[in-house]
């Protein structure tokens, strides 16, 4: 069975802060799509990145980037110098390759960046 | 190119009654999904269009809970007879099933439900 695990509930940092969120996953499939979203006090899921389970490249975008290991299952996100906009919830996701691309979700991290 | 709307965005009703929510998908989007999110978690598939065909329901998907999609377009998530428990969050993303694009979901607001 596919699942996601986000250990940290919570965490609270200063603003310029770096800050680590991570995610351990479980899947039997070989390919696989991971994802993160941010979700704000408005809400709405916003999509921040996906990657495959063929590219273990690193990406970085802006102050944001991940680190996807296979061989640990793990696909933590980082935020470089946060800023109080950062503060949200983060969930990191899980999907098959196959026919109906549903999400399996973590149960999400709370970032409250102080200022 | 608007996102993906969810109306209402509130919805407090009395147990046992019946509500319905809509959901508007990006207009090209031909893949829709409902998910369902409960305070502290993550959201939790519900079920999944490819056009105006429903191809997977999860089992939290109970007798009480219809959905549809009838043109392939927008979608309502119908459900009767309402619980305590159905209390939630109700969120709704469409996608692309084109290739390079597939499996990237785009979310709505949501919609809030509290059962009375």
């Known amino acids: 069975a596919q699942k996601v695990t986000q250990a940290q509930t919570e965490i609270s940092v200063v603003e310029k802060e770096d800050v680590t969120l991570d995610c351990v996953y479980e899947?039997?499939?070989?390919?696989?799509?991971l994802f993160w979203y941010k979700q704000p006090p408005s809400g709405e899921l916003v999509f921040l990145i996906r990657?495959?389970?063929?590219?273990?490249q690193n990406e970085i975008s802006g102050r944001y980037s991940w680190n996807f290991q296979k061989s640990t299952s793990s696909f933590n996100f980082t935020i470089t110098a946060s800023q109080v906009v950062d503060s949200a919830v983060y969930f990191c996701a899980l999907s098959e390759a196959g026919n109906t691309g549903k999400l399996i979700f973590g149960q999400g991290t709370t970032l409250q960046v102080k200022p | 190119d608007t996102g993906v709307s969810q109306n209402p965005r509130h919805k407090i009703t009395k147990r046992g009654q019946n509500v319905t929510f809509r959901c508007d998908p990006i207009s090209e989007h031909n893949r829709l999904y409902w998910y369902r999110q409960t305070l502290g978690q993550g959201p939790e598939f519900l079920t999944y269009?490819?056009?105006?065909?429903?191809?997977?329901k999860s089992r939290l998907l109970s007798d009480r809970f219809s959905a549809e999609r009838p043109k392939g377009s927008f979608s309502t998530l119908e459900i009767q007879r309402t619980e305590q428990g159905d209390s939630a969050m109700y969120l709704c993303?469409?996608?692309?099933?084109?290739?390079?694009?597939?499996?990237?979901?785009?979310f709505g607001a949501g919609t809030r439900l509290s059962v009375l």
């Open positions: 269009f490819q056009n105006e065909a429903q191809l997977e």
């Open positions: 899947t039997r499939d070989t390919t696989y799509y």
């Open positions: 993303a469409s996608s692309l099933s084109r290739q390079g694009l597939k499996n990237i979901q785009y």
């Open positions: 990657r495959n389970s063929f590219d273990e």
